[in-house]
């Protein structure tokens, strides 16, 4: 049966939408606030990607929210932009104005659902939530046609009370019924269960979509998730990289590429320009700073890597041995080895266009260009990996406060490191020695000694982003303050250099983290 939605027409049978929750509760995963350019970039990267929904935040969270959201809703065309809103009066109106700019827009409001969290988060009575469900819906709907209802902590909710709740948000008006599993604790029978007594059992359940959010406290969020689809849910919430609250949320790489793998055995097709998918997971983990693990499934580094012997052999003989789908097919390529010393603008502007970047603007470009050719003198040769490094460095963080201009270091066995660190603060030139326990310490010392903070550094680890003696260094770095956690990357040849790179890039992180406040039981 065909579903009527007023964003998306006529529904067919077989399709799934994707719902990106990255910008929001990919946001709330500690360490992985962004800024508002990094929140514009990365809303651009999933409209190219193909996703249905970006759920571009929380207006009433923080001013800085709200300006997210409504530029995101401004400037973004293509998928639907949504606010997350709580029941109340003044999230919904604040989520309705946050999204009013956008060509296709969405109101997604929750309130929890379950024994537990109804006596002990709420206090509310079980009559006053399904009350505040028809409530919330309905004032949604006065502001756009466009309506989600999700019943928080969904899979630890009484059938019986969570489906008078599904039932009064659809007579109200929901669009889109979500039923998250909030804390991660269902099996996927839990979720056949719960679909397929949703359509049997609410009225009016066949006309809206059926939407699942999974978090993966038990490594379940996509199973969980294809477990939905397969019992009737048509929309699927997720994040790149599976970013979120705690252990995470379904995994949108890992969710796209099940269904596109497995038509035999889950239902359906979705949107996803898969062969931008690597390009979106890596743009995400150096905005974040957070790399995904080397044996994550699609986009880690050892997704299509084969060393055992008997997988080598079988590789060389068929593919499909040992693998389930092409590395190109996600975006991986066969080879990255084209780029040199010699090779001119245009050739540099070419290939950045393949490696999903577009067309930036005439400052970055020479920026980039600048230490591309720096970066060609000191390598033999230039990986994709490293124009993906160095440009990362220089474009996604165009907008930072705090940037980076000249190191100098002396160091060595006999006494103690010296760094004279150049930075600029708000586009004001600043400079300062320090002499430290080696030349990280000293350089740490210098940015301290520019900026005073009270941010303590918690981790920092070194690697490499392609193979050699002349390999770029990817520094990670991580400070904490006053509870808020945030990771820094940076990358150069010179691993002093990569590490100021990776502090200065956290500290920036740390200034929107001051910039950022919490409403009171944010969850969905």
């Given at each position: 049966?065909?579903?009527?939605?007023p964003n998306?027409?006529?529904?067919?049978?077989?399709?799934?939408?994707?719902?990106?929750t990255?910008?929001?509760?990919?946001e709330?995963?500690p360490?992985f606030?962004?800024?508002?350019?990094?929140?514009?970039?990365?809303?651009e990267?999933?409209?190219?990607?193909?996703?249905?929904?970006?759920?571009?935040?929380?207006?009433?969270?923080?001013?800085g929210?709200?300006?997210?959201?409504?530029s995101?809703?401004?400037?973004i065309?293509g998928?639907?932009?949504?606010?997350?809103?709580r029941?109340?009066p003044a999230?919904?109106?604040?989520?309705?104005?946050?999204?009013?700019?956008a060509?296709?827009?969405?109101?997604?409001?929750?309130?929890?659902?379950?024994?537990?969290?109804?006596?002990?988060?709420?206090?509310?009575?079980?009559?006053?939530?399904?009350?505040?469900?028809?409530d919330?819906?309905t004032?949604?709907?006065?502001?756009?046609?466009?309506?989600?209802?999700?019943?928080?902590?969904?899979s630890?909710?009484?059938s019986?009370?969570?489906?008078r709740?599904?039932?009064?948000?659809?007579?109200?008006?929901?669009?889109?019924?979500?039923?998250?599993?909030t804390?991660?604790?269902?099996?996927?029978?839990?979720?056949?269960r719960?679909?397929?007594?949703?359509r049997?059992r609410?009225?009016?359940?066949?006309?809206?979509?059926?939407?699942?959010?999974n978090?993966n406290d038990l490594?379940?969020?996509?199973?969980?998730?294809?477990?939905?689809v397969?019992?009737?849910?048509?929309?699927?919430?997720?994040?790149?990289?599976g970013?979120g609250?705690?252990a995470?949320?379904a995994a949108?790489?890992?969710?796209?590429?099940a269904?596109?793998?497995?038509?035999?055995?889950?239902?359906?097709?979705v949107?996803?320009?898969?062969?931008?998918?690597?390009?979106?997971?890596?743009?995400?983990?150096t905005?974040?700073?957070f790399?995904?693990?080397?044996?994550?499934?699609?986009?880690?580094?050892?997704?299509?890597?084969?060393e055992?012997?008997?997988?080598?052999?079988?590789?060389?003989?068929?593919?499909?041995?040992y693998?389930?789908?092409?590395?190109e097919?996600?975006?991986?390529?066969?080879t990255?080895?084209v780029?040199?010393?010699?090779s001119?603008r245009?050739?540099?502007?070419?290939?950045?266009?393949?490696?999903?970047?577009?067309?930036?603007?005439?400052?970055?470009?020479?920026?980039?260009?600048?230490r591309?050719?720096?970066?060609?003198?000191?390598?033999?040769?230039?990986?994709?990996?490293d124009?993906?490094?160095?440009v990362?460095?220089?474009?996604?963080?165009?907008k930072?406060?705090?940037?980076f201009?000249?190191?100098?270091?002396r160091?060595?066995?006999?006494?103690?490191?010296?760094?004279?660190?150049?930075?600029?603060?708000?586009?004001?030139a600043h400079?300062?020695?320090?002499?430290?326990?080696?030349?990280?310490?000293?350089?740490?010392?210098?940015?301290?000694?520019?900026?005073?903070?009270?941010?303590?550094?918690?981790?920092?680890?070194?690697?490499?982003?392609?193979?050699g003696?002349?390999?770029?260094?990817?520094?990670?770095?991580?400070?904490?303050?006053?509870g808020?956690?945030?990771?820094?990357?940076?990358?150069?040849?010179?691993?002093?250099?990569?590490?100021?790179?990776?502090y200065?890039?956290a500290?920036?992180?740390?200034?929107?983290?001051?910039?950022?406040?919490e409403p009171q039981?944010?969850s969905?």
């Amino acid at each position: 049966m065909t579903i009527q939605h007023p964003n998306f027409g006529e529904i067919a049978d077989d399709r799934i939408i994707i719902f990106d929750t990255t910008l929001r509760d990919g946001e709330q995963s500690p360490g992985f606030s962004m800024n508002l350019e990094e929140k514009l970039r990365m809303a651009e990267a999933l409209a190219e990607l193909g996703v249905d929904v970006i759920e571009a935040g929380f207006p009433i969270a923080s001013p800085g929210d709200y300006e997210s959201v409504e530029s995101i809703a401004r400037l973004i065309r293509g998928p639907v932009i949504a606010g997350l809103a709580r029941s109340a009066p003044a999230d919904i109106l604040r989520a309705a104005d946050a999204v009013r700019g956008a060509a296709r827009s969405r109101i997604h409001t929750f309130i929890s659902t379950s024994p537990l969290h109804m006596k002990y988060k709420l206090r509310m009575e079980p009559e006053a939530v399904l009350q505040a469900v028809t409530d919330s819906v309905t004032l949604a709907r006065h502001h756009t046609d466009d309506v989600e209802w999700s019943a928080e902590d969904g899979s630890r909710s009484d059938s019986d009370f969570l489906c008078r709740c599904v039932e009064a948000a659809i007579r109200a008006g929901a669009t889109t019924v979500n039923v998250p599993d909030t804390v991660g604790y269902a099996l996927p029978e839990d979720m056949t269960r719960i679909f397929t007594m949703l359509r049997e059992r609410v009225p009016g359940a066949d006309r809206v979509i059926l939407s699942t959010h999974n978090h993966n406290d038990l490594g379940l969020a996509v199973a969980n998730t294809l477990a939905a689809v397969a019992a009737g849910a048509r929309q699927i919430e997720c994040t790149i990289n599976g970013i979120g609250e705690r252990a995470g949320n379904a995994a949108l790489e890992e969710v796209a590429m099940a269904i596109r793998t497995r038509p035999d055995a889950v239902p359906g097709r979705v949107g996803i320009v898969t062969e931008r998918i690597l390009m979106t997971s890596k743009l995400l983990s150096t905005i974040t700073g957070f790399d995904v693990q080397p044996n994550k499934a699609i986009v880690g580094r050892n997704a299509f890597a084969h060393e055992a012997g008997i997988h080598q052999d079988g590789m060389l003989k068929n593919a499909a041995t040992y693998e389930i789908m092409t590395p190109e097919s996600v975006g991986w390529a066969k080879t990255s080895l084209v780029m040199g010393k010699h090779s001119g603008r245009a050739a540099f502007r070419d290939k950045l266009k393949t490696l999903g970047y577009g067309e930036l603007g005439d400052n970055a470009l020479n920026d980039a260009f600048r230490r591309f050719k720096d970066l060609a003198d000191r390598k033999k040769t230039v990986y994709d990996e490293d124009i993906t490094a160095l440009v990362d460095d220089e474009v996604v963080r165009g907008k930072d406060r705090i940037r980076f201009v000249a190191l100098d270091v002396r160091a060595g066995s006999r006494g103690p490191a010296h760094a004279e660190l150049e930075l600029e603060i708000d586009g004001v030139a600043h400079a300062a020695s320090a002499t430290g326990d080696g030349p990280v310490d000293a350089t740490f010392n210098a940015i301290h000694a520019i900026f005073p903070h009270q941010a303590k550094l918690t981790l920092f680890s070194i690697g490499a982003v392609t193979e050699g003696t002349d390999a770029q260094a990817r520094t990670t770095v991580r400070l904490e303050e006053a509870g808020k956690m945030v990771d820094g990357q940076g990358a150069d040849t010179d691993t002093i250099v990569a590490a100021t790179r990776a502090y200065l890039h956290a500290l920036n992180k740390l200034l929107v983290k001051r910039e950022r406040t919490e409403p009171q039981a944010l969850s969905a």
